[in-house]
């Protein structure tokens, strides 16, 4: 059954980025890479604009995001606007800037939810793969968002380098009281993309992480929810990725480009909307950019006669283009894919040790490095 002419549902989350300036300096942050270039940044009353334009479309949630969210100035009054008409708020941060100050003043604005984000269970590791000395802040933090009342979220994103330390994870994350812990494993986009040859983790590796995680479920029950995200590369079947193209989501850059997943920017010829030259229904509905892999339509073999077409919907657009150069193509991660064979050479040289000389150095997200590859 083609779904094109069926009117798409409304956008529930919504994901304002509001600036890619950001104090840390990850290896596998999902920003741009060339972030550098890309300076601009909406105003307090567009920023509004657009969220009082989402919530009347229906979106319920809100998440506010980076970058770094908290070099915004006006975080507190977004957050208070997202909040005074009926969103569900979340902040997703590094806790750099996150002071008892302005953790109040969050408070009383209404934010509902803080995501906290950790690189390792040590100091050593959190530090080199951040490039930032933050962990001792990132503990402080932890601690203001408990005393505030807010239920501890935290994250980490898995690699090569973390994943032998899963179990140290859990316990770091059990000891700040967390009520939930995302385990989610590196995605390769953006920066990370640049590092895939270092950080791609072995089977083996995401094997007994995957492992250890179920032990301590069994163990902890709701105690701590951990939820492990494993990398598209090791599955047989791609992920719905967003849940479908322009189907749940509704990203707006900095810039106030509307996009359609967080890697939209990388796909050559789709000309992406912006918030000043149309209304956000306009983009949701009418847009060429929203519209362009909604439905099968666009599909070609094998996903045009697959029964799982409805489920993973031709899996992720970025992905595919990334690995294959096409974006209409079939997510390589897919068995059925004619280029499957790529995921798995990545998964194999992955086998290499960390230190080979042919592997090329980490590069860090920076300003330096941004204008140099962008």
């Given amino acids: 059954m083609n779904t094109d002419s069926i009117r798409p549902s409304q956008p529930l989350w919504l994901l304002a980025e509001l600036t890619y ?3 840390l300096h990850c290896a596998f942050c999902y920003n741009p890479t060339d972030f550098a270039h890309q300076t601009a940044e909406l105003d307090t009353d567009t920023w509004r604009d657009v969220i009082t334009q989402a919530r009347k479309m229906g979106a319920a949630q809100i998440g506010f995001s980076g970058g770094e969210p908290l070099v915004r100035d006006d975080l507190e ?3 208070a606007h997202a909040r005074g008409i009926g969103f569900y708020t979340n902040l997703i941060t590094s806790g750099v800037g996150l002071t008892e100050t302005r953790i109040a003043r969050l408070k009383e604005a209404g934010l509902d939810h803080i995501q906290l984000s950790f690189q390792d269970s040590t100091r050593e590791l959190n530090d080199f793969v951040s490039s930032t000395r933050t962990f001792e802040l990132k503990q402080r933090v932890a601690r203001l968002i408990k005393q505030r009342g807010y239920p501890m979220v ?6 090569r380098y973390n994943l032998p330390h899963v179990a140290q994870i859990i316990d770091m994350a059990l000891e700040m009281e967390a009520d939930y812990l995302e385990l989610a494993n590196t995605q390769y986009y953006g920066w990370a993309m640049l590092n895939r040859e270092q950080l791609m983790p072995t089977r083996e590796q995401l094997r007994e992480a ?3 995680v179920n032990q301590y479920r069994e163990r902890l029950g709701n105690r701590c929810r951990i939820l492990f995200v494993v ?6 079947r791609p992920k719905a990725c967003m849940n479908g193209w322009g189907s749940v989501f509704l990203g707006i850059a ?7 997943c967080h890697a939209a920017r990388s796909l050559p010829g789709l000309e992406l909307p912006h918030v000043r030259d149309a209304s956000l229904a306009h983009i949701w509905y009418e847009s060429d950019a929203f519209n362009a892999f909604r439905g099968d339509s666009w599909m070609r073999e094998p996903c045009k006669t697959c029964d799982e077409r409805s489920v993973d919907h031709g899996g992720c657009r970025c992905q595919a283009y990334l690995l294959t150069g096409d974006a209409a193509a079939a997510d390589p991660v897919c068995s059925k ?6 995921i798995e050479q990545v998964v194999m040289l992955a086998r290499r040790p960390v230190r080979d000389e042919n592997v090329q150095p980490l590069i860090f997200r920076s300003k330096e490095n941004s204008l140099r590859i962008g």
């Fill in 210 to 212: 995957e492992a250890t």
């Fill in 254 to 260: 900095p810039d106030g480009t509307a996009l359609p």
């Fill in 154 to 159: 935290l994250n980490c994103v898995l690699h």
């Fill in 231 to 236: 990398p598209d590369y090791f599955e047989e």
């Fill in 77 to 79: 009054t977004l957050v």
């Fill in 337 to 342: 894919s004619a280029d499957h064979d790529k």
């Fill in 21 to 23: 300036r950001c104090p």
